[in-house]
Protein backbone atom coordinates (compact mmCIF):
# COMPACT_ATOMS: atom_id res chain seq x y z
CA UNK A 1 0.00 0.00 0.00
CA UNK A 2 1.59 3.29 -1.39
CA UNK A 3 -0.40 5.64 1.36
CA UNK A 4 -3.73 6.27 3.76
CA UNK A 5 -5.72 9.02 3.92
CA UNK A 6 -9.27 9.07 5.62
CA UNK A 7 -11.30 9.86 2.64
CA UNK A 8 -10.61 10.02 -1.14
CA UNK A 9 -12.75 12.04 -3.37
CA UNK A 10 -13.18 11.26 -6.99
CA UNK A 11 -13.55 14.75 -9.25
CA UNK A 12 -11.91 18.32 -8.68
CA UNK A 13 -14.89 20.41 -9.32
CA UNK A 14 -17.40 22.80 -7.32
CA UNK A 15 -18.59 19.92 -5.56
CA UNK A 16 -15.19 17.82 -4.79
CA UNK A 17 -12.93 21.20 -4.57
CA UNK A 18 -16.06 22.14 -1.76
CA UNK A 19 -16.24 18.52 -0.11
CA UNK A 20 -12.09 19.14 0.39
CA UNK A 21 -12.62 22.12 1.99
CA UNK A 22 -15.19 21.04 4.92
CA UNK A 23 -13.47 18.00 5.47
CA UNK A 24 -9.65 19.54 5.73
CA UNK A 25 -11.93 22.22 7.89
CA UNK A 26 -12.68 19.63 10.23
CA UNK A 27 -8.97 18.07 10.20
CA UNK A 28 -10.30 15.09 7.61
CA UNK A 29 -6.94 13.80 6.27
CA UNK A 30 -8.40 14.13 2.49
CA UNK A 31 -7.06 13.27 -1.20
CA UNK A 32 -8.93 14.86 -3.96
CA UNK A 33 -8.15 13.58 -7.20
CA UNK A 34 -9.60 14.80 -10.57
CA UNK A 35 -8.24 13.52 -14.12
CA UNK A 36 -7.77 17.13 -16.11
CA UNK A 37 -5.33 19.31 -15.34
CA UNK A 38 -7.30 22.05 -13.40
CA UNK A 39 -10.52 23.27 -13.04
CA UNK A 40 -12.87 24.28 -15.28
CA UNK A 41 -12.47 27.67 -17.69
CA UNK A 42 -15.80 28.20 -18.84
CA UNK A 43 -18.76 29.77 -16.85
CA UNK A 44 -20.80 27.18 -16.39
CA UNK A 45 -22.54 27.44 -13.01
CA UNK A 46 -23.26 31.21 -12.48
CA UNK A 47 -24.26 32.08 -8.77
CA UNK A 48 -24.26 30.79 -5.53
CA UNK A 49 -27.61 30.62 -3.82
CA UNK A 50 -28.22 32.02 -0.70
CA UNK A 51 -28.03 28.62 1.45
CA UNK A 52 -24.61 27.90 -0.58
CA UNK A 53 -23.12 31.14 0.51
CA UNK A 54 -24.25 30.53 3.95
CA UNK A 55 -22.04 27.11 4.09
CA UNK A 56 -19.11 28.39 2.53
CA UNK A 57 -19.45 31.78 5.27
CA UNK A 58 -19.00 29.36 7.80
CA UNK A 59 -16.38 27.86 6.29
CA UNK A 60 -14.69 31.06 6.49
CA UNK A 61 -14.00 31.57 2.92
CA UNK A 62 -17.00 34.22 2.06
CA UNK A 63 -14.44 37.79 2.01
CA UNK A 64 -12.77 35.62 -0.81
CA UNK A 65 -15.22 34.68 -2.80
CA UNK A 66 -16.61 38.34 -3.15
CA UNK A 67 -13.19 39.03 -4.05
CA UNK A 68 -13.20 36.81 -7.22
CA UNK A 69 -14.28 38.21 -10.58
CA UNK A 70 -17.87 39.14 -10.49
CA UNK A 71 -20.25 37.24 -12.81
CA UNK A 72 -21.12 39.06 -16.02
CA UNK A 73 -24.52 38.32 -15.31
CA UNK A 74 -24.51 40.25 -11.45
CA UNK A 75 -25.63 43.54 -12.99
CA UNK A 76 -28.19 41.67 -15.39
CA UNK A 77 -31.08 40.78 -13.57
CA UNK A 78 -33.54 40.35 -15.96
CA UNK A 79 -34.97 36.84 -17.56
CA UNK A 80 -37.61 37.15 -20.71
CA UNK A 81 -39.71 35.35 -23.33
CA UNK A 82 -40.25 36.30 -26.63
CA UNK A 83 -40.51 35.15 -30.42
CA UNK A 84 -36.81 36.75 -31.25
CA UNK A 85 -34.76 38.72 -29.27
CA UNK A 86 -35.94 41.86 -30.64
CA UNK A 87 -39.66 40.97 -30.85
CA UNK A 88 -42.28 41.19 -28.03
CA UNK A 89 -41.99 39.81 -24.69
CA UNK A 90 -44.16 37.65 -23.74
CA UNK A 91 -42.78 36.66 -20.15
CA UNK A 92 -40.49 38.94 -17.71
CA UNK A 93 -38.55 38.40 -14.47
CA UNK A 94 -35.83 39.33 -12.34
CA UNK A 95 -33.80 38.66 -9.22
CA UNK A 96 -34.88 39.67 -5.89
CA UNK A 97 -32.71 42.62 -4.69
CA UNK A 98 -30.11 41.75 -2.73
CA UNK A 99 -31.81 43.83 0.11
CA UNK A 100 -34.71 41.10 0.02
CA UNK A 101 -32.37 38.30 1.95
CA UNK A 102 -31.39 40.38 5.33
CA UNK A 103 -34.73 39.23 7.08
CA UNK A 104 -33.46 35.59 6.52
CA UNK A 105 -29.97 35.69 6.59
CA UNK A 106 -26.72 37.48 7.59
CA UNK A 107 -25.28 36.99 3.87
CA UNK A 108 -26.74 37.18 0.61
CA UNK A 109 -26.34 35.19 -2.95
CA UNK A 110 -22.98 35.83 -5.45
CA UNK A 111 -23.05 36.22 -8.77
CA UNK A 112 -19.64 34.45 -9.32
CA UNK A 113 -19.11 31.77 -12.53
CA UNK A 114 -18.32 28.50 -11.17
CA UNK A 115 -14.81 28.56 -13.08
CA UNK A 116 -14.02 31.50 -10.83
CA UNK A 117 -15.18 30.00 -7.77
CA UNK A 118 -13.63 26.70 -8.17
CA UNK A 119 -9.85 28.10 -7.45
CA UNK A 120 -10.96 30.11 -4.40
CA UNK A 121 -12.17 26.45 -3.53
CA UNK A 122 -8.83 25.12 -4.41
CA UNK A 123 -7.03 27.43 -2.48
CA UNK A 124 -8.63 27.26 0.29
CA UNK A 125 -8.91 23.42 0.75
CA UNK A 126 -5.60 23.54 0.29
CA UNK A 127 -4.82 26.18 2.68
CA UNK A 128 -6.38 23.87 5.34
CA UNK A 129 -4.38 20.88 4.25
CA UNK A 130 -6.70 18.88 1.73
CA UNK A 131 -4.22 17.13 -0.77
CA UNK A 132 -5.23 18.13 -4.44
CA UNK A 133 -3.92 16.01 -7.32
CA UNK A 134 -5.37 17.03 -10.44
CA UNK A 135 -4.39 15.43 -13.77
CA UNK A 136 -4.64 11.74 -11.92
CA UNK A 137 -7.32 9.26 -12.75
CA UNK A 138 -9.38 6.95 -10.65
CA UNK A 139 -8.60 3.28 -12.64
CA UNK A 140 -10.46 1.43 -10.10
CA UNK A 141 -11.43 1.31 -6.58
CA UNK A 142 -12.38 -2.03 -4.13
CA UNK A 143 -14.18 -1.54 -1.43
CA UNK A 144 -14.43 -3.75 1.25
CA UNK A 145 -16.13 -3.67 5.32
CA UNK A 146 -13.14 -1.27 6.81
CA UNK A 147 -12.23 0.90 3.71
CA UNK A 148 -12.14 0.99 0.02
CA UNK A 149 -8.84 0.82 -1.72
CA UNK A 150 -8.62 3.05 -4.62
CA UNK A 151 -5.88 2.68 -7.76
CA UNK A 152 -4.39 6.75 -9.08
CA UNK A 153 -3.03 6.49 -12.24
CA UNK A 154 -0.88 10.12 -13.28
CA UNK A 155 -1.88 11.02 -16.57
CA UNK A 156 0.93 12.50 -17.50
CA UNK A 157 3.49 10.03 -16.55
CA UNK A 158 1.55 7.06 -16.48
CA UNK A 159 2.63 6.19 -12.68
CA UNK A 160 0.19 4.33 -10.69
CA UNK A 161 -0.54 4.17 -6.84
CA UNK A 162 -2.49 2.38 -4.26
CA UNK A 163 -3.86 4.13 -1.58
CA UNK A 164 -5.97 2.93 0.98
CA UNK A 165 -9.13 4.79 2.67
CA UNK A 166 -11.26 4.76 4.79
CA UNK A 167 -14.52 5.97 2.64
CA UNK A 168 -14.51 7.15 -0.99
CA UNK A 169 -16.83 10.08 -2.39
CA UNK A 170 -17.85 10.48 -5.92
CA UNK A 171 -18.16 13.39 -7.56
CA UNK A 172 -17.29 13.14 -10.34
CA UNK A 173 -20.12 14.50 -12.47
CA UNK A 174 -23.13 13.60 -14.06
CA UNK A 175 -21.58 10.37 -16.26
CA UNK A 176 -19.84 9.39 -13.07
CA UNK A 177 -17.68 5.90 -13.13
CA UNK A 178 -17.99 5.23 -10.10
CA UNK A 179 -21.85 4.94 -9.75
CA UNK A 180 -21.38 2.92 -12.45
CA UNK A 181 -19.83 0.68 -10.97
CA UNK A 182 -21.46 0.45 -8.11
CA UNK A 183 -24.25 -0.51 -10.30
CA UNK A 184 -26.90 2.20 -8.66
CA UNK A 185 -29.26 3.39 -10.82
CA UNK A 186 -31.20 6.87 -11.65
CA UNK A 187 -34.81 7.94 -11.20
CA UNK A 188 -36.39 10.63 -12.82
CA UNK A 189 -37.32 12.66 -15.50
CA UNK A 190 -34.44 11.78 -17.62
CA UNK A 191 -33.61 13.22 -21.17
CA UNK A 192 -35.47 16.51 -21.61
CA UNK A 193 -34.00 17.65 -24.94
CA UNK A 194 -30.80 18.23 -26.25
CA UNK A 195 -28.92 21.63 -27.28
CA UNK A 196 -25.89 22.62 -29.00
CA UNK A 197 -24.45 25.66 -27.81
CA UNK A 198 -22.97 28.33 -30.33
CA UNK A 199 -20.98 31.52 -29.04
CA UNK A 200 -20.98 34.61 -31.06
CA UNK A 201 -19.42 38.09 -30.00
CA UNK A 202 -21.98 40.70 -31.18
CA UNK A 203 -23.53 43.80 -30.06
CA UNK A 204 -26.94 43.96 -29.64
CA UNK A 205 -28.00 47.13 -28.01
CA UNK A 206 -30.33 47.20 -30.19
CA UNK A 207 -32.86 44.32 -30.13
CA UNK A 208 -31.94 44.69 -26.05
CA UNK A 209 -33.94 48.20 -26.07
CA UNK A 210 -31.97 49.24 -22.62
CA UNK A 211 -32.75 45.53 -21.14
CA UNK A 212 -30.61 44.18 -18.59
CA UNK A 213 -30.88 40.56 -19.66
CA UNK A 214 -29.17 37.57 -18.41
CA UNK A 215 -31.23 35.29 -20.21
CA UNK A 216 -34.13 34.88 -22.68
CA UNK A 217 -36.07 32.42 -24.07
CA UNK A 218 -36.77 32.19 -27.69
CA UNK A 219 -39.34 30.75 -29.81
CA UNK A 220 -36.63 31.40 -33.01
CA UNK A 221 -34.91 29.99 -34.73
CA UNK A 222 -37.13 26.67 -33.26
CA UNK A 223 -39.16 26.89 -29.99
CA UNK A 224 -37.19 26.22 -26.54
CA UNK A 225 -34.19 27.92 -27.98
CA UNK A 226 -32.05 30.16 -25.22
CA UNK A 227 -29.98 33.34 -25.70
CA UNK A 228 -27.55 33.99 -22.57
CA UNK A 229 -24.53 36.16 -22.03
CA UNK A 230 -20.91 34.49 -21.52
CA UNK A 231 -18.16 36.43 -20.24
CA UNK A 232 -18.27 39.46 -21.82
CA UNK A 233 -21.44 42.31 -22.22
CA UNK A 234 -21.46 41.57 -25.52
CA UNK A 235 -20.21 37.87 -25.68
CA UNK A 236 -23.09 35.61 -25.93
CA UNK A 237 -24.44 32.00 -26.36
CA UNK A 238 -27.17 30.75 -28.49
CA UNK A 239 -28.65 27.45 -27.20
CA UNK A 240 -30.41 25.13 -30.22
CA UNK A 241 -32.46 22.53 -29.77
CA UNK A 242 -31.33 19.74 -31.89
CA UNK A 243 -32.19 15.39 -32.60
CA UNK A 244 -29.23 13.07 -32.42
CA UNK A 245 -31.66 10.65 -32.20
CA UNK A 246 -32.96 11.72 -36.03
CA UNK A 247 -28.89 11.62 -36.95
CA UNK A 248 -28.07 15.61 -36.32
CA UNK A 249 -24.89 16.23 -35.16
CA UNK A 250 -22.91 19.05 -33.98
CA UNK A 251 -20.72 18.99 -36.91
CA UNK A 252 -23.75 20.04 -39.24
CA UNK A 253 -23.89 23.32 -37.48
CA UNK A 254 -21.66 24.78 -39.79
CA UNK A 255 -20.43 28.69 -39.78
CA UNK A 256 -23.17 29.36 -42.02
CA UNK A 257 -25.98 27.67 -40.56
CA UNK A 258 -24.98 29.05 -37.25
CA UNK A 259 -25.10 32.59 -38.98
CA UNK A 260 -28.49 32.11 -40.10
CA UNK A 261 -29.21 30.64 -36.49
CA UNK A 262 -28.24 33.37 -34.85
CA UNK A 263 -29.83 35.82 -36.78
CA UNK A 264 -33.01 34.32 -36.78
CA UNK A 265 -32.77 33.93 -32.82
CA UNK A 266 -32.17 37.30 -32.69
CA UNK A 267 -34.39 38.82 -34.76
CA UNK A 268 -31.82 41.29 -36.63
CA UNK A 269 -31.68 40.20 -40.11
CA UNK A 270 -28.49 41.81 -41.48
CA UNK A 271 -26.79 40.71 -37.84
CA UNK A 272 -22.43 40.30 -38.18
CA UNK A 273 -22.11 38.32 -35.23
CA UNK A 274 -17.78 37.38 -35.05
CA UNK A 275 -17.93 33.66 -33.75
CA UNK A 276 -16.31 32.79 -30.62
CA UNK A 277 -13.77 29.90 -30.30
CA UNK A 278 -13.89 27.64 -27.32
CA UNK A 279 -11.14 25.65 -25.65
CA UNK A 280 -12.34 22.50 -23.90
CA UNK A 281 -11.77 21.21 -20.57
CA UNK A 282 -9.86 17.73 -22.18
CA UNK A 283 -7.75 19.87 -24.52
CA UNK A 284 -7.68 23.64 -23.54
CA UNK A 285 -5.44 24.34 -26.45
CA UNK A 286 -8.21 22.94 -28.94
CA UNK A 287 -11.03 25.26 -29.55
CA UNK A 288 -14.44 24.29 -31.05
CA UNK A 289 -17.05 26.66 -32.65
CA UNK A 290 -20.17 25.09 -31.19
CA UNK A 291 -20.83 22.93 -28.01
CA UNK A 292 -23.17 19.84 -27.42
CA UNK A 293 -24.84 19.65 -24.25
CA UNK A 294 -28.28 17.24 -22.89
CA UNK A 295 -31.04 18.98 -20.31
CA UNK A 296 -31.84 16.23 -18.47
CA UNK A 297 -33.08 15.59 -14.60
CA UNK A 298 -32.30 12.48 -12.35
CA UNK A 299 -32.02 11.44 -9.07
CA UNK A 300 -29.57 8.38 -8.03
CA UNK A 301 -31.70 5.57 -6.61
CA UNK A 302 -29.27 5.42 -3.44
CA UNK A 303 -26.47 7.41 -2.32
CA UNK A 304 -24.68 4.76 -0.22
CA UNK A 305 -22.96 1.47 -0.47
CA UNK A 306 -21.15 1.02 2.22
CA UNK A 307 -17.87 3.24 2.40
CA UNK A 308 -18.62 4.66 -0.91
CA UNK A 309 -21.18 7.80 -1.71
CA UNK A 310 -22.08 9.88 -4.03
CA UNK A 311 -22.03 13.85 -3.84
CA UNK A 312 -22.70 16.47 -6.68
CA UNK A 313 -23.85 15.51 -10.20
CA UNK A 314 -23.31 12.01 -9.48
CA UNK A 315 -25.96 11.88 -7.02
CA UNK A 316 -28.27 14.27 -9.20
CA UNK A 317 -28.88 16.31 -12.31
CA UNK A 318 -31.42 19.06 -12.43
CA UNK A 319 -32.62 21.65 -15.06
CA UNK A 320 -30.45 25.02 -15.19
CA UNK A 321 -33.35 26.92 -14.34
CA UNK A 322 -33.04 28.50 -10.73
CA UNK A 323 -29.59 27.10 -11.00
CA UNK A 324 -29.95 24.78 -8.30
CA UNK A 325 -27.62 21.97 -9.37
CA UNK A 326 -24.16 22.79 -7.99
CA UNK A 327 -25.54 24.66 -5.06
CA UNK A 328 -27.61 21.92 -3.87
CA UNK A 329 -24.01 19.30 -4.74
CA UNK A 330 -22.04 21.78 -2.30
CA UNK A 331 -24.93 21.88 0.16
CA UNK A 332 -24.26 17.54 -0.04
CA UNK A 333 -20.81 18.18 0.88
CA UNK A 334 -21.84 20.40 3.93
CA UNK A 335 -24.01 18.15 5.29
CA UNK A 336 -21.60 14.39 4.64
CA UNK A 337 -18.48 16.30 6.00
CA UNK A 338 -19.50 16.64 9.83
CA UNK A 339 -21.03 13.18 9.70
CA UNK A 340 -17.71 11.34 8.24
CA UNK A 341 -15.63 13.46 10.29
CA UNK A 342 -17.90 12.52 13.44
CA UNK A 343 -17.61 8.33 12.75
CA UNK A 344 -14.32 9.02 11.57
CA UNK A 345 -13.19 10.53 15.13
CA UNK A 346 -15.18 7.67 16.77
CA UNK A 347 -17.99 9.83 18.34
CA UNK A 348 -19.98 8.26 15.59
CA UNK A 349 -21.57 5.70 14.92
CA UNK A 350 -21.29 4.09 11.27
CA UNK A 351 -25.26 4.47 11.20
CA UNK A 352 -25.19 8.46 11.22
CA UNK A 353 -24.01 8.16 6.94
CA UNK A 354 -27.56 6.17 6.43
CA UNK A 355 -28.83 10.45 7.14
CA UNK A 356 -26.83 11.33 4.45
CA UNK A 357 -29.40 9.60 1.68
CA UNK A 358 -32.16 10.06 3.68
CA UNK A 359 -31.54 13.89 4.12
CA UNK A 360 -29.88 15.09 0.99
CA UNK A 361 -32.11 12.57 -1.61
CA UNK A 362 -35.44 14.58 -0.78
CA UNK A 363 -34.29 17.36 -0.86
CA UNK A 364 -32.42 16.52 -4.53
CA UNK A 365 -35.73 15.22 -5.70
CA UNK A 366 -37.89 18.42 -4.60
CA UNK A 367 -35.06 20.32 -6.36
CA UNK A 368 -35.29 18.34 -9.48
CA UNK A 369 -39.21 18.43 -9.58
CA UNK A 370 -39.10 22.60 -9.36
CA UNK A 371 -35.88 23.23 -11.65
CA UNK A 372 -38.45 21.09 -14.40
CA UNK A 373 -40.92 22.88 -13.54
CA UNK A 374 -39.62 26.35 -13.83
CA UNK A 375 -37.74 25.50 -16.85
CA UNK A 376 -40.64 24.16 -18.90
CA UNK A 377 -42.54 26.79 -17.71
CA UNK A 378 -40.63 29.97 -18.90
CA UNK A 379 -39.55 28.20 -22.15
CA UNK A 380 -42.97 27.56 -23.48
CA UNK A 381 -46.35 29.41 -23.49
CA UNK A 382 -48.15 26.40 -23.98
CA UNK A 383 -46.75 25.63 -19.93
CA UNK A 384 -46.87 28.87 -18.12
CA UNK A 385 -49.84 27.75 -16.20
CA UNK A 386 -48.28 25.69 -13.61
CA UNK A 387 -51.20 22.98 -12.29
CA UNK A 388 -51.47 24.15 -8.37
CA UNK A 389 -49.71 26.56 -6.02
CA UNK A 390 -46.33 27.58 -7.22
CA UNK A 391 -43.86 27.41 -4.23
CA UNK A 392 -41.75 30.46 -3.61
CA UNK A 393 -38.10 30.19 -5.03
CA UNK A 394 -36.61 30.31 -1.71
CA UNK A 395 -38.48 26.85 -0.35
CA UNK A 396 -36.14 24.61 -2.57
CA UNK A 397 -32.97 26.77 -1.01
CA UNK A 398 -33.96 27.10 2.85
CA UNK A 399 -37.28 25.77 2.88
CA UNK A 400 -36.87 21.88 2.92
CA UNK A 401 -37.27 19.85 6.78
CA UNK A 402 -35.11 17.19 7.58
CA UNK A 403 -36.40 13.88 8.91
CA UNK A 404 -34.32 11.09 9.68
CA UNK A 405 -32.44 9.48 12.45
CA UNK A 406 -29.83 12.53 13.26
CA UNK A 407 -33.08 14.50 13.37
CA UNK A 408 -34.71 14.52 17.16
CA UNK A 409 -38.14 15.29 15.70
CA UNK A 410 -40.64 16.52 17.75
CA UNK A 411 -43.77 14.97 16.33
CA UNK A 412 -42.58 11.62 16.06
CA UNK A 413 -42.63 11.21 12.57
CA UNK A 414 -40.49 10.04 9.22
CA UNK A 415 -42.33 12.19 6.82
CA UNK A 416 -40.90 15.82 6.75
CA UNK A 417 -43.36 18.59 7.12
CA UNK A 418 -43.79 20.73 4.03
CA UNK A 419 -41.19 23.40 3.32
CA UNK A 420 -41.44 26.71 4.75
CA UNK A 421 -39.51 30.14 4.95
CA UNK A 422 -41.08 30.44 8.52
CA UNK A 423 -38.12 29.23 10.72
CA UNK A 424 -38.59 28.85 14.25
CA UNK A 425 -36.27 26.46 15.59
CA UNK A 426 -38.08 22.95 14.38
CA UNK A 427 -36.10 20.08 14.44
CA UNK A 428 -34.91 19.08 11.45
CA UNK A 429 -35.29 22.91 9.86
CA UNK A 430 -32.14 25.36 8.90
CA UNK A 431 -31.53 27.07 12.43
CA UNK A 432 -33.24 30.84 13.01
CA UNK A 433 -30.86 33.82 11.75
CA UNK A 434 -31.51 36.25 15.28
CA UNK A 435 -28.93 38.93 15.39
CA UNK A 436 -27.13 39.13 18.99
CA UNK A 437 -24.23 40.44 20.79
CA UNK A 438 -20.78 38.35 21.73
CA UNK A 439 -19.17 41.01 23.94
CA UNK A 440 -19.33 43.83 21.72
CA UNK A 441 -19.01 41.85 18.24
CA UNK A 442 -22.59 42.18 16.50
CA UNK A 443 -23.20 38.70 14.33
CA UNK A 444 -25.58 36.36 13.55
CA UNK A 445 -26.39 33.45 15.51
CA UNK A 446 -25.77 31.39 11.92
CA UNK A 447 -22.16 32.62 12.44
CA UNK A 448 -21.74 29.88 15.45
CA UNK A 449 -21.98 26.98 13.37
CA UNK A 450 -19.15 25.64 12.60
CA UNK A 451 -17.36 22.26 12.84
CA UNK A 452 -18.96 20.89 16.50
CA UNK A 453 -22.22 21.31 17.61
CA UNK A 454 -24.12 24.03 19.61
CA UNK A 455 -26.43 24.33 22.67
CA UNK A 456 -27.95 27.27 22.47
CA UNK A 457 -29.81 28.34 25.91
CA UNK A 458 -32.21 30.46 27.08
CA UNK A 459 -31.73 33.51 29.33
CA UNK A 460 -32.75 31.41 32.43
CA UNK A 461 -31.55 28.29 30.65
CA UNK A 462 -28.72 28.00 33.01
CA UNK A 463 -29.66 24.23 34.05
CA UNK A 464 -28.97 23.26 30.19
CA UNK A 465 -26.32 25.44 30.29
CA UNK A 466 -24.38 23.92 32.77
CA UNK A 467 -26.08 20.07 31.61
CA UNK A 468 -23.82 20.97 28.25
CA UNK A 469 -20.89 22.12 30.01
CA UNK A 470 -20.52 19.05 31.47
CA UNK A 471 -20.37 17.24 27.89
CA UNK A 472 -18.44 20.12 26.37
CA UNK A 473 -14.69 18.68 26.27
CA UNK A 474 -15.98 15.34 25.55
CA UNK A 475 -17.86 16.03 22.44
CA UNK A 476 -16.21 19.40 20.96
CA UNK A 477 -19.99 21.14 22.34
CA UNK A 478 -19.91 24.70 22.48
CA UNK A 479 -22.32 25.94 24.96
CA UNK A 480 -23.78 29.44 24.87
CA UNK A 481 -26.73 31.27 26.93
CA UNK A 482 -28.32 34.49 26.64
CA UNK A 483 -27.20 37.26 29.02
CA UNK A 484 -24.15 35.45 29.52
CA UNK A 485 -21.83 34.41 26.47
CA UNK A 486 -24.65 36.05 24.06
CA UNK A 487 -26.81 39.01 24.52
CA UNK A 488 -30.34 39.32 22.71
CA UNK A 489 -31.08 43.39 22.55
CA UNK A 490 -34.21 42.41 20.57
CA UNK A 491 -35.59 40.27 23.58
CA UNK A 492 -37.02 37.81 20.52
CA UNK A 493 -34.39 34.92 21.20
CA UNK A 494 -36.43 32.37 22.87
CA UNK A 495 -39.16 33.12 20.58
CA UNK A 496 -37.61 33.02 17.32
CA UNK A 497 -36.41 29.39 18.51
CA UNK A 498 -39.52 28.26 19.52
CA UNK A 499 -38.57 27.73 23.29
CA UNK A 500 -39.25 29.68 26.68
CA UNK A 501 -36.41 31.79 28.14
CA UNK A 502 -35.57 28.23 30.45
CA UNK A 503 -35.34 25.97 27.22
CA UNK A 504 -32.57 25.20 24.82
CA UNK A 505 -31.79 24.51 21.35
CA UNK A 506 -28.96 22.06 19.86
CA UNK A 507 -27.92 22.80 16.46
CA UNK A 508 -25.59 20.68 14.78
CA UNK A 509 -22.02 21.72 12.79
CA UNK A 510 -24.09 21.67 9.42
CA UNK A 511 -26.45 24.71 10.73
CA UNK A 512 -29.51 22.49 11.07
CA UNK A 513 -31.39 22.10 14.51
CA UNK A 514 -30.94 18.79 15.88
CA UNK A 515 -33.19 18.68 18.76
CA UNK A 516 -34.62 21.52 21.33
CA UNK A 517 -36.41 21.47 24.86
CA UNK A 518 -39.14 24.26 24.93
CA UNK A 519 -38.37 24.58 28.76
CA UNK A 520 -36.66 23.30 31.33
CA UNK A 521 -36.16 19.59 32.46
CA UNK A 522 -36.84 18.28 35.58
CA UNK A 523 -34.40 18.81 38.77
CA UNK A 524 -31.26 16.56 37.97
CA UNK A 525 -31.87 15.12 34.40
CA UNK A 526 -30.48 17.51 32.04
CA UNK A 527 -27.02 15.80 31.70
CA UNK A 528 -29.00 12.42 31.36
CA UNK A 529 -31.32 14.28 28.32
CA UNK A 530 -28.11 15.68 26.86
CA UNK A 531 -26.67 11.86 26.82
CA UNK A 532 -29.80 10.41 25.34
CA UNK A 533 -30.02 12.61 22.68
CA UNK A 534 -26.48 12.88 21.17
CA UNK A 535 -26.83 9.41 21.24
CA UNK A 536 -29.93 8.74 19.40
CA UNK A 537 -28.32 11.40 16.88
CA UNK A 538 -24.67 10.26 16.70
CA UNK A 539 -26.47 6.15 15.63
CA UNK A 540 -25.13 4.84 19.44
CA UNK A 541 -28.15 2.66 21.62
CA UNK A 542 -29.34 5.63 23.97
CA UNK A 543 -27.13 6.50 26.45
CA UNK A 544 -24.70 4.37 25.20
CA UNK A 545 -22.56 6.78 23.89
CA UNK A 546 -18.37 6.78 24.59
CA UNK A 547 -18.73 10.07 26.12
CA UNK A 548 -21.59 8.52 29.20
CA UNK A 549 -18.35 6.39 30.56
CA UNK A 550 -16.84 7.42 33.57
CA UNK A 551 -13.81 7.75 33.93
CA UNK A 552 -14.19 8.89 30.09
CA UNK A 553 -11.39 7.44 27.59
CA UNK A 554 -11.51 9.41 24.47
CA UNK A 555 -12.05 7.04 20.89
CA UNK A 556 -9.64 6.28 18.95
CA UNK A 557 -9.83 9.12 15.97
CA UNK A 558 -8.58 9.26 12.47
CA UNK A 559 -8.92 13.03 12.38
CA UNK A 560 -6.07 15.57 12.94
CA UNK A 561 -6.02 16.61 16.76
CA UNK A 562 -5.52 19.70 16.07
CA UNK A 563 -8.82 19.81 14.31
CA UNK A 564 -12.03 21.02 16.31
CA UNK A 565 -13.88 17.54 17.68
CA UNK A 566 -17.42 17.02 17.56
Excluded at 160 to 170: G, I
Excluded at 485 to 507: M, W
Aim: net charge negative; proline share 7%.
Amino acid sequence: MDSEVSVVIAGGGLVGLSLALFLADQGVRTLLVEQHDGPSTLPRGRGLNLRTMEVLRAAGIEAALRGAPASVLRDLPEIARADTLAGDQLFHAARPALESFTALSPTTPLMCDQNDVEPVLREQAQLRGAELRFGTRLRSFRPDADGVTVQLCDRATGAEQVVRADYLVAADGHRSTVRAALGIGTSGTGSIAHYVNIPFRADLAGPLRGRRLALCYLNQPVPHTMLTRFDHPEHWVLMVPYRPESGERAEDFTPSRCLELIRAATGVPDLLPAPLALGTRTDPSAVTTVQTWELASWTADRYRTGRVLLAGDAAHVMAPAGGLGGNTGVQDAHNLAWKLAAVLRGTAQLSLLDSYEQERRPVALAACEQSVRQQLSRRSADSARPQGPVAHPLTAVLGYRYRSAAVAAEDGTATPPPPSLEFAGEPGSRAPHHRVLRGTEPLSTLDLYRGGFVLLCGSEGEHWAAAGRRLADRLGLRVYRIGDELHDESGDFASAHGITDRGAVLVRPDGFVGWRATDQAPEGTGRQTLDTVFARLLGWSESAGPWCQDPYQRPVSRVSATSEAL
